[in-house]
DNA sequence: TTGTATGCGTTATCAA
DNA sequence: TTGATAACGCATACAA
């Protein structure tokens, strides 16, 4: 008996599988391997899930939202037990389009679902922290502020901007529509905002950019037009990585843990894998404002 | 018949694969997630793989070489049907410790293998792209010029410090071995090797980074001395990222295609899974110097 | 407590 | 060509 299983017996998980129904596997849609952010969120996740026993597949969906939907039916078919779905889109309703109609537990990071959906959630509170950072620049005296984000289908671009109109509420002003520009999570989106930013009749003296990736298009077109950050503009973005710690001038941030997004949502699902009856909870995660030189006071004058 | 497959029926693969044997899954162990690098070598492997109809079963060991074994363990136990292996450690020997002993292929990321292995490698000449950089840096007459890597038991670090030596000899010179520090390859070891290199007696005009992780400790350490980057001192790292791309002064890289490691090392997977008779191939990569600012000419004296 | 049979959903084999 | 049957390796239910 247990002598046998010193000639070094391992059970087969695929059998065991076929036989109770549960693979002991979680699948994981991701619509961008290539931004950082969501490295981290799938490392937090690896870690929990492999610590409760789960194995993790992982599709990378490359923002297409066809591939979200085959990608999940690719799941279902190799019966996995639940599903994290971290998409580029948000559907074109009020929640995610790639939910499925199974009956598994299913996790979405960073998205909003639709309303009664029997999904979990996790998400940040971008208000809070764009509102504080706002405010911070409104008290340095900008009052030219712009800010660039992605498309308004995405939750955290709408609330991102919400923390951003809020604290010029806050302070009885008003931002400038024209200030703002919605479009698209790519670095190019954020290159030729800044282009047409900066050639409008008033131009920003402080951007505020709603997203990782398109900083990169900001910070190049900055480079471009010889503006240096912090003095000839001011400048604050999204989360915080090698770039933004490590720019001169260090570059003020809205940060957030992602990791624990990605070791929180696999809390959740643990959970309602381990107990199918347990409510459906939804976790929001605070964010804060880093402030560093890139946000200084505007020019002198105008 | 075709009838009832209009009725939604889909084969359950758990069962396939318990008939079959063939679970048309991937096990890719990485190191460190939280490498930006590695990430676009999952992607590319990723997608090369879901192309190929299969699975990519992902787990992080977080370079600790026993979770390594344990992970390849489950991978077996799951009964994938390949692995691909991305460590942090190369093992105290030759190769790679974590070699399953089992007969399903196995294909080696950017790592050395045991002499005789079955194990197939994807790998990059770092030699040709350093001795290029640090020629380019001689030509400048720099002249010390200090190399800070990982530990000497990873090939990359080992061909890495052999271009940089190649290019001395190519010169008719020799490099100063007190300006060579090899050890981690975490960014605190970046940091302590700068500080160390700058309070000697023969400070480095210019210093090569040879590795991507630890160029956040040097950067660090330079913003703390007050050094400026290529008008104080020289610098050139590793890999094409957000940071080197867009940091002022530009830094000079050694670029790879990670994506393509990823991608390729897929397709040998792929081709060994379908033709097992096969021959084990390995192939080598090319890297590239991209000269940027951060590699100017050593301050007037010295 | 220990042992034996059945079925999970496939695919493959063999008979018709 | 078509249809019934066995087996993959487990876990479970039932019998001893």
């Known amino acids: 008996m247990s002598a046998a299983k010193e000639l070094g017996y391992e059970p087969d998980l695929i059998?065991?599988?076929?036989r109770t129904g549960t693979s002991k596997t979680v699948g994981f849609l991701v619509a961008d391997l290539a931004n950082p952010i969501f490295a981290e969120v799938i490392r937090g996740a690896e870690d929990r899930l492999r610590a409760g026993g789960y194995g993790l597949l992982l599709t990378n969906s490359e923002g297409d939202p066809a591939l979200d939907e085959e990608n999940v039916h690719l799941f279902l078919r190799r019966r996995v037990d639940g599903i994290m779905l971290l998409t580029a889109h948000n559907g074109d309703g009020d929640g995610i389009d790639a939910l499925?109609?199974?009956?598994?537990p299913v996790i979405?990071?960073?998205r909003s679902v639709p309303r009664g959906s029997r999904a979990s959630t996790v998400y940040f509170d971008y208000a809070g922290g764009f509102r504080t950072a706002v405010r911070h620049l409104l008290d340095l005296q900008h009052r030219a502020i712009a800010?660039?984000?992605?498309?308004?289908?995405?939750?955290?671009v709408r609330d991102r901007l919400d923390g951003f109109r809020q604290a010029f509420h806050d302070a009885g002003l008003e931002p400038d529509p024209k200030l703002i520009r919605l479009g698209s999570l790519a670095p190019g989106f954020g290159a030729t905002s800044t282009r047409e930013l900066l050639d409008a009749p008033v131009a920003p003296t402080a951007i505020v950019v709603g997203a990782n990736r398109p900083l990169t298009g900001v910070l190049e077109t900055l480079h471009e037009r010889g503006l240096r950050v912090g003095t000839d503009i001011a400048l604050v973005s999204c989360d915080e990585v090698d770039l933004t710690r490590l720019f001169r001038p260090a570059i003020s941030v809205v940060a957030r843990d992602t990791n624990a997004m990605g070791r929180i949502a696999a809390e959740l699902l643990i959970d309602r894998l381990t107990d199918p009856?347990?409510?459906?909870?939804s976790v929001v995660l605070p964010t804060w404002f880093i402030p560093r030189e890139s946000s200084a006071s505007p020019p002198a004058q105008v």
């Open 100 to 104: 499925p109609s199974a009956s598994l």
């Open 108 to 110: 979405v990071l960073d």
């Open 15 to 18: 059998a065991r599988s076929l």
């Open 277 to 281: 009856t347990g409510p459906v909870r």
């Open 147 to 156: 800010f660039i984000s992605g498309p308004e289908s995405l939750r955290p």
